[in-house]
Structures are given as C-alpha cells and as structure tokens.
C-alpha cells in the first residue's frame, strides 16, 4: 500500500511539480493551496507525510503545524522554508515539524528527506510506547497528550519525540549523539545544545522541581536517563 502525502503549497508550479514527482515515485498525492483547506485536509484524511510551506494564504503554515499538533495528530510534517530564514526552521521544529527544507531545493533531496521520515515513522510505529504515566504525569503519544495532576500541558512535537525516546529507554543512560540522530536526524544547524534546551523544557513542564529533577536525570559528558 502506498503511501498518502498531502502537498500545502501555494506556488501553481511547484505544486504541479511535486505532484508529479511524488506521483511518479509511486505516492498518493493531494494538495492544497492554503492554509485553510490544507488544516482542514489534514484533519479529515489520514496522511502519512505533510509538506508544509511556511508562507501561505489564509493560514501560515505555523498556524497549521500549531493546530495540527492541538489537535493531536502526528503525522510526519517536512516544511519548505525561503533559504535565508533560519528563524522560520527554528520555530517550525519548536512547533513540531520533523523536518525542514529550504526553497529552492533539488527533487533528489526531497525524494531523500521523505524516505528518511516514513522509514522512521514506520519504526516509532512498529514498537512505540503509546501511553505512559509516572508519578502526577500521564501521557498518551497516540493523541499528542500531556497531563499533570490532571491538568493539560502544551507540549511541542520534538518534546514529545524526545520523551517518548527517553521514556522507552528508561533506566539507561542515553547520549546526546544517540538523541540527536534518532529524534532529531542530525538536522543541519543542530548541536547537543539543543538536546539541553529540549531537555530543560521538558523538565520545566514535568518536574515538581526542575533544578532538582527526579525523573530526567543528567550524567554529566555521558547523558541523560529516564527514571519513571
């Protein structure tokens, strides 16, 4: 069964480019022109992969991603970004997407970032943990939930990711190297500072004391481990 991709692109063009390059590679291809009916595709169908430009009508593809992710769905997102915007991929991932590409680009790189994204998607499917609670925290990676002491947190998507990779290799200590290929791929521009940011959110967010965490402990020049 092949896999759906849905294109939110507002450029005629590109979008009859993409489409026949998908297609040809044996993609389902649907698309859409602005941000409004691309939300709305997105909700209704189920995708496996989301090409997202940042610049759209109607609803920017920030406002998308954000929306998406509220609403739980977590669909491989890739977002096209003009080249010089480095601040359009900082917030894209902060907000979500799994990864990024800037305009213009080769269709070999794309065909090549899309292939990375399902393969991977199919492994965090085929073993995933879907629900986990520990101490006041439940989580539920299947809708995109978090909870403390019963009350919602917003969490951005490489939170979760990085959660969940955490939580499923509780007890042993993970490097900033292993975070960074398996929830991040080793994005151009990502250093182990980023891990430490991501790790400091998550703590500011789960911990009952951040500055003397007792669930995401710190190995300090090894790692970090889970500790439920």
């Given at each position: 069964?092949?896999?759906?991709?849905?294109?939110?692109?507002?450029?005629?063009?590109?979008v009859l480019t993409l489409s026949d390059l998908?297609?040809?590679?044996?993609?389902?291809?649907?698309?859409?022109?602005?941000?409004?009916?691309?939300?709305?595709?997105?909700?209704?169908?189920?995708?496996?992969?989301?090409?997202?430009?940042?610049?759209?009508?109607?609803?920017?593809?920030?406002?998308?991603?954000?929306?998406?992710?509220?609403?739980?769905?977590?669909?491989?997102?890739?977002?096209?970004?003009?080249?010089?915007?480095?601040?359009?991929?900082?917030?894209?991932?902060?907000?979500?997407?799994?990864?990024?590409?800037?305009?213009?680009?080769?269709?070999?790189?794309?065909?090549?970032?899309?292939?990375?994204?399902?393969?991977?998607?199919?492994?965090?499917?085929?073993?995933?943990?879907?629900?986990?609670?520990?101490?006041?925290?439940?989580?539920?990676?299947?809708?995109?939930?978090?909870?403390?002491?019963?009350?919602?947190?917003?969490?951005?998507?490489?939170?979760?990711?990085?959660?969940?990779?955490?939580?499923?290799?509780?007890?042993?200590?993970?490097?900033?190297?292993?975070?960074?290929?398996?929830?991040?791929?080793?994005?151009?521009?990502?250093?182990?500072?980023?891990?430490?940011?991501?790790?400091?959110?998550?703590?500011?967010?789960?911990?009952?004391?951040?500055?003397?965490?007792?669930?995401?402990?710190?190995?300090?020049?090894?790692?970090?481990?889970?500790?439920?």
């Open positions: 069964m092949s896999h759906r991709i849905l294109l939110v692109e507002d450029e005629p063009g590109l998908l297609s040809a590679e044996g993609y389902q291809v649907d698309s859409a022109t602005d941000g409004v009916s691309g939300l709305a595709l997105a909700l209704a169908e189920p995708f496996d992969l989301l090409i997202l430009d940042v610049m759209l009508p109607g609803k920017n593809g920030f406002e998308v991603l954000r929306e998406l992710r509220q609403q739980g769905r977590d669909l491989a997102v890739l977002m096209l970004t003009a080249k010089t915007q480095v601040v359009d991929r900082v917030v894209g991932l902060k907000l979500g997407a799994d990864d990024y590409l800037s305009k213009p680009f080769e269709p070999a790189e794309l065909l090549a970032r899309i292939e990375a994204l399902l393969r991977r998607t199919r492994k965090d499917a085929a073993g995933a943990t879907s629900q986990f609670r520990f101490a006041d925290v439940e989580v539920d990676f299947d809708r995109g939930t978090v909870s403390k002491n019963g009350q919602p947190l917003a969490m951005a998507g490489k939170e979760l990711q990085l959660l969940r990779f955490l939580i499923e290799h509780r007890g042993n200590v993970v490097s900033r190297d292993t975070l960074l290929e398996s929830v991040w791929q080793y994005h151009a521009g990502v250093s182990s500072r980023t891990v430490d940011v991501h790790i400091a959110w998550l703590r500011q967010k789960l911990e009952d004391n951040p500055q003397l965490p007792r669930h995401i402990h710190t190995l300090r020049g090894v790692g970090y481990r889970f500790v439920p």
